[in-house]
């Protein structure tokens, strides 16, 4: 957690509401959370949309290369404000995985305070920009036993660009709001779908233009990688198949989904080996992890608008034979009656930006 105001924020918990702002490479996701008796509540939830990054690649709200169009950003959050009507204009924003650099170090067990003299010295060694151009953040992120039984401190290590940070500062004052906090998505994630659940888990969030994988175990993120194939390249192969336009091939994917009969059978055999190369990607991360940390995975948990492709939960199961979850963000909070028709549409696109704004109250 990059905190931009640190003793704001200590005085600031006991506020009423905060603003959970996920912004992605396609769309804005926002929700209003507070706190009545033990269990943070909804108020408010909306999302925009941009279906420019189908139609052309660099037309993105955010892209991989660290660029985010910061005026364009700022003028789709006071819509989205406006249109929302929210009572609190305190946000706590998400910062996308491949803006950062994040890595899991081993130190031998000790105390805090010699734990912080030591980790600046190993962090060097393992961030590709000067640690003068890098705002560091590391998490304790667990213990575990070695070959010869000696006890090993394991450090989530956390680097973002400073003018990464800068750009996200500049878009929230343009729009009005207070930017309190900056979280990688990945902890925000894990903070809605698994919290302290020990379960060695694979927690898979296919975005529009990538799909994150992240190790998790013992409620700690311990590994996170990044994959292009997502699902716009879904998208793509249907536009490009049927010869149809990308917006149509969108609705058609959402519509259809991933297998079934007639036209939907067509759509599947366009669309399956772009979803196997990003389940080929999540085996590898989880090999590679179970090779390297001796530990078995023991499900996987699907989030971002990619998990709500019809048929996916099947289809990887089938693949990789592992329990597979569809996240269920929602489960942790209270939410209005009326809208529960929605919530299987909802659970997975708006997990991150749940992530965020649950922060203060659990």
Known sequence: MFNLNLD???????????????????????????????????KNYGI??????????????????????EKETAEFLKFLINKMQTKSLDVIASIPAFSAFITLLEIPEMSEIDAAKVIPFQIRQ????????VAIEWINAGKKEDKKGFVKQEILVISV??????RYKSIFKLAGLKLRALEIET???????????????????IGARSTNIAAIEG????????????????????????NINIRRAEELKKQKGLLGLGGAYELSTLTIPFLDAIISE?????????????????????TGGGA???????????????????????????????????IKDLNSSFSVAIGLGIREFI
């Not at 702002?21 to 008796?37: F, L, Q, Y």
């Not at 999540?282 to 995975?297: C, L, W």
């Not at 909070?333 to 009326?338: H, R």
């Open 282 to 302: 999540v085996r590898r991360v989880k090999d590679n992890y179970e090779n390297n940390q001796k530990s078995k995975i023991e499900r996987i948990i699907l």
């Open 187 to 205: 902890l925000s994630l894990v903070r809605a779908l698994i919290s302290n659940d020990p379960t060695p888990t694979l927690l898979v969030d």
């Open 126 to 133: 393992h961030i590709p920009l000067p640690t003068s151009e």
């Open 219 to 242: 409620g700690f993120l311990k590994y996170n990688y990044q994959s292009d194939f997502a699902g716009s390249s879904l998208t793509q192969a249907i536009s490009n198949g049927l």
């Open 8 to 42: 704001f924020l200590k005085s600031f918990v006991g506020s009423r509401s905060y603003l959970g702002v996920d912004i992605g490479t396609a769309s804005i996701k926002m929700v209003e959370i507070s706190k009545r008796g033990s269990q943070p509540e909804i």
């Open 48 to 69: 925009l949309e941009s279906y420019g990054h189908l139609e052309r690649a660099n037309n993105a709200i955010q892209t991989s290369s660290l660029k985010i169009a």
């Open 161 to 166: 660009p400073n003018e990464q940070i800068k």
């Open 308 to 342: 709500n492709l019809l048929g996916i939960e099947d289809y990887f199961e089938k693949q990789i034979e592992l329990p597979i979850i569809i996240g269920n963000s929602f489960s942790k909070i209270k939410y209005p009656a009326k809208i529960d028709p929605f």
